[in-house]
């Protein structure tokens, strides 16, 4: 696969997961965290479909278009696995993580990070969104919509 149709199969999959879920997620109470601000297309994204809740984003540095920037009191700058590790037991109804590499070796070391950390920050039937898989014993692995092939996007579930 292209580098470019790696990149519209993952546009595609964040667009088609984030609409499948934000109904269920628009009636549970809780927080939405967006780990990984980027341009800001899936923040953007989610305050559209999430019309009142609170997203609060964490990246290193801000990059987004102006049009996608969170307000200074919702966003988090610095290291993920350092940041929202204050926001353990917040209770998330949603937490996005978009934080992948594209190279191998780099992103085995967010896995050994990045699932444990989710599963403190969501609230149980809480609902994680990854680029990257989430392998923990309580992020129950949710099927994605058809549109989406295995294994390009995750979803779960905090059991
Ligand atoms: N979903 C975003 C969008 O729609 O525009 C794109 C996110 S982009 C692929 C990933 C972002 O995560 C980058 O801005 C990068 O700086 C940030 N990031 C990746 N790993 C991080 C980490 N460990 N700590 C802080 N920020 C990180």
């Avoid at 594209?102 to 609230?123: K, S």
């Amino acid at each position: 696969m292209s580098r470019l149709d790696n990149f519209i199969s993952r546009m595609t999959a964040q667009r088609d997961i984030l609409n499948q879920i934000c109904p269920e997620v628009a009636k549970m109470e809780g927080l939405v965290l967006e780990l990984g601000l980027g341009n800001g297309r899936t923040f953007h994204h989610l305050r559209e479909r999430l019309p009142g809740r609170r997203i609060v984003v964490f990246d290193r540095e801000v990059g987004a278009h102006a049009s996608s920037i969170p307000e200074a009191e919702n966003l988090v700058l610095g290291e993920i696995r350092e940041t929202a590790r204050k926001f353990i037991g917040i209770d998330a109804a949603l937490v996005h993580a978009d934080i992948g590499t594209g190279y191998d070796d780099r992103d085995a070391v967010t896995a050994t990070w990045l699932p444990d950390l989710i599963a403190r920050l969501l609230r149980v039937g809480g609902i994680a969104v990854s680029g990257t898989p989430l392998d923990h014993p309580l992020l129950q692995r949710l099927p994605p919509p058809p549109s989406v092939s295995a294994d390009r996007y995750f979803i779960c579930r905090r059991v």
